[in-house]
T-cell receptor, first 113, second 115 residues
């Protein structure tokens, strides 16, 4: 069985500060990992994905994530937060082949001026 | 290029009523799924389909029914609405990535309130 744990239901940063959103996974098989972003009253949009190629994955809007097998982690970072980054972020895992996604509970990112 | 289209966007139901949430995709994906989103719970899988005529249950299937007669459409039926089904519902269309894993595209959601 797969599971995802996102540490911190809310993270607050100042504009221009580093963004770090944490995700740890549990999987009995090599995982495929995703970060999605949800803006208020919107659907989910893919930020980036890890599919066993490069361990450092770059996504849209300046976000990146690093897959660390030894730590079973896939934390999301952005060097400098922007007001427009305020949203809810979800980490998700799937297995090889067709697999439904298992989501974490989400982290709300709050950005203050 | 519509992607995944869900209708309606908002719905209020009375307890005991039934309704169908519509989902259509135009990406010719084989795989489709329904999730519900509740505060602090993330997204939980209700039902999914791996192709026309093939469906299976997810984590929280009780009170919901699905069928898939075409590749494009995957409706979700609430048989007898209960207040516990108040939620935001997302439909997703998926394909298998070349490197493995499954990427999902989501609709804009249906916000359902059961009173």
């Amino acid at each position: 069985a797969q599971s995802v744990t996102q540490l911190g239901s809310h993270v607050s940063v100042s504009e221009g500060a580093l963004v770090l959103l944490r995700c740890n996974y549990s999987s009995s098989v090599p995982p495929y990992l995703f970060w999605y972003v949800q803006y208020p009253n919107q659907g989910l949009q893919l930020l980036l994905k890890y599919t066993s190629a490069a361990t450092l994955v770059k996504g849209i809007n300046g976000f990146e994530a690093e897959f660390k097998k030894s730590e079973t982690s896939f934390h999301l970072t952005k060097p400098s937060a922007h007001m427009s980054d305020a949203a809810e972020y979800f980490c998700a895992v799937s297995k090889s082949g067709y697999s439904t996604l298992t989501f974490g509970k989400g982290t709300m990112l709050l950005v203050s001026p | 290029n519509a992607g995944v289209t869900q209708t309606p966007k908002f719905q209020v139901l009375k307890t005991g009523q039934s309704m169908t949430l519509q989902c259509a995709q135009d990406m010719n994906h084989e795989y489709m799924s329904w999730y519900r989103q509740d505060p602090g719970m993330g997204l939980r899988l209700i039902h999914y389909s791996v192709g026309a005529g093939i469906t299976d249950q997810g984590e929280v299937p009780n009170g919901y029914n699905v069928s898939r007669s075409t590749t494009e459409d995957f409706p979700l039926r609430l048989l007898s609405a209960a207040p516990s089904q108040t939620s935001v519902y997302f439909c997703a269309s998926s394909y298998v990535l070349t490197g493995g894993g499954t990427e999902a595209f989501f609709g804009q959601g249906t916000r359902l309130t059961v009173v």
